[in-house]
C-alpha cells in the first residue's frame, strides 16, 4: 500500500510566498500599481469623511480584473486609518452582490458587517425577521458603532432591485440615523448600469462616476513585478513576466488572469519537479487559465443556461461537419437535455441564450 506522505511536499522550490498571487488576496500599498490616478480620484470622493462630513456617492465601471474593487478596498482602508487620526469614527463593510442578490440578503449583510454585538447588544439573526427589522437594527447599529460608514457594494448589477440603494443614499434625509453619514461605492462590469435606475436613486446616489480601463502591457508587468517575491529567487526565467504581460494585454487587460497565469506557470514547473519556471510553461498556463475561468462561468449559469450549453456539445461531438446548427435543432436537443435533469424547458430557447 502505497504511503499517503509521499503525496505531500515539506517544502517548495517554486513558491516562497504563493498567497500574493492568489484571487482574494488584498495587496499592501507598494503592490497596488497602474492605477495612481483611479485611487486619486476616489479618494478624493471620499475626503469629506475624514472630518465627519459625507462622502461623495461613486459608482465604478470596467471590465473584470481592472482593480475596481481592488482601489475601492484599499481607499476605504486608508481612509479609515486616516480619520483614526483626527479622531473621526470611520468603518467600511464590502458585500458581494453576486451573493447578496435581494434586499434583505444585502440589509442584513450590512448590518452584519458594521456590527460588534458586546458594544451594540444588537443581534443579526441569519433569517426569521422581517427586511424593515434588518434596517431598523441596521440603522441603530450605524448611530452607534461609526461617524462614517462606507457601504462597497461590489457587482451592485446583481441586485434585484434598487430599493437598497435608496435606503442607504437618504437615510440620513429621512431622519432614520442621526449621528452617522454614509457613502456608498458601487462597483459595476456594466457602463450601462446606471441607465436602468430608478430616477430617484441616480438624483440621490450618482454623484461621481469613474471609469477603470483595461491595464496595458507595461502596468501588467508593473503588476507581476510587484508580486514576483511569491516565488523564490532565481526561479523564474526573465522572459516570463513579459510573456505573460504581453499575452494578456492582448487578449483582455485582466490583471486577474494575468497572475493567475503566472500562478499556474509556478505550478506546472512544481508538479515536473522543475526547479526553473520557464517561458515554455506560459502557454500551457494560459490554456489552464482559460479552462478554469470558463468552468467558474459555467459554474455560475442559470440551470437552464448550463443545459443549452449542454445541448450544443453534445450537437458537436455528434456533428461530421463544422456546420452551424439550426435553431430548431439546437431547441430539440435542449428539450432532450431538460429531460434528463427532470425539468421543463423553456418556450423558447432563445430566452435561454441570451
Keep these: 500500500m502505497t504511503d499517503p506522505e509521499e503525496f505531500f511536499r515539506r517544502d517548495d522550490a517554486i513558491f516562497a510566498n504563493k498567497e500574493l498571487l492568489e484571487i482574494n488576496h488584498l495587496p499592501t500599498n507598494d503592490r497596488i500599481v497602474g492605477r ?16 465627519g462630513q459625507s462622502p ?22 486608508t481612509l479609515v486609518d486616516i ?42 439573526p441569519e433569517k426569521g425577521i422581517s427586511t424593515s427589522a434588518y434596517y431598523k437594527r441596521l440603522w441603530e447599529i450605524l448611530d452607534q458603532q461609526t461617524d462614517v460608514a462606507i457601504v462597497i457594494l461590489d457587482e451592485i448589477d446583481k441586485l434585484d432591485s ?34 436602468r435606475m430608478d430616477e430617484r436613486v441616480k438624483s440621490s446616489l450618482c454623484e461621481r462616476e469613474f471609469v477603470f480601463p483595461p491595464y496595458d502591457a507595461n502596468q501588467l508587468r508593473e503588476i507581476m513585478d510587484a508580486r514576483k517575491d511569491a516565488f523564490h529567487d532565481g526561479v523564474l526565467e526573465s522572459g516570463v513576466i513579459p510573456k505573460v504581460a504581453a499575452l494578456a494585454a492582448q487578449e483582455h487587460g485582466d490583471a486577474r488572469k494575468a497572475i493567475d497565469m503566472l500562478r499556474y506557470a509556478g505550478e506546472i514547473a512544481q508538479s515536473r519537479g522543475d526547479g526553473t519556471v520557464k517561458e515554455s510553461y506560459v502557454t500551457e498556463a494560459r490554456e489552464q487559465a482559460e479552462t478554469d475561468r470558463f468552468r467558474e462561468l459555467i459554474r455560475g ?23 452551424q446548427f439550426r435553431t430548431t435543432t439546437i431547441y430539440d436537443m435542449y428539450e432532450r437535455v431538460c429531460g434528463e435533469h ?13
Design 56 to 77: 461623495s456617492n461613486v459608482l465604478l465601471y470596467g471590465k473584470t480584473g481592472t482593480g475596481k474593487s481592488l482601489c475601492a478596498k484599499h481607499v476605504s482602508r
Design 36 to 51: 495612481d490616478e483611479e485611487i486619486k480620484q476616489l479618494a478624493n470622493a471620499t475626503n469629506p469623511a475624514i472630518f
Design 162 to 195: 434598487d430599493s437598497i440603494l435608496m435606503q442607504l443614499s437618504r437615510a440620513g434625509e429621512a431622519g432614520k440615523i442621526c449621528d452617522c453619514k454614509i457613502g456608498v461605492i458601487g462597483i459595476s462590469n456594466k457602463i450601462k448600469y446606471k441607465d
Design 342 to 354: 427532470a425539468s421543463e424547458p423553456f418556450l423558447s430557447a432563445a430566452f435561454v441564450i441570451s
Design 83 to 124: 480619520a483614526d487620526e483626527e479622531g473621526i469614527n470611520v468603518r467600511y463593510v464590502y458585500i458581494d452582490c453576486a451573493q447578496d442578490t435581494t434586499e434583505t440578503q444585502t440589509a442584513r449583510s450590512i448590518a452584519f458587517g458594521f456590527n460588534d454585538p458586546d458594544e451594540t447588544g444588537i443581534t443579526i
Design 301 to 323: 449559469a442559470t440551470p437552464h443556461s448550463r443545459y443549452v450549453l449542454q445541448s450544443l456539445a453534445l450537437l458537436s461531438l455528434n456533428s461530421e461537419s463544422d456546420d
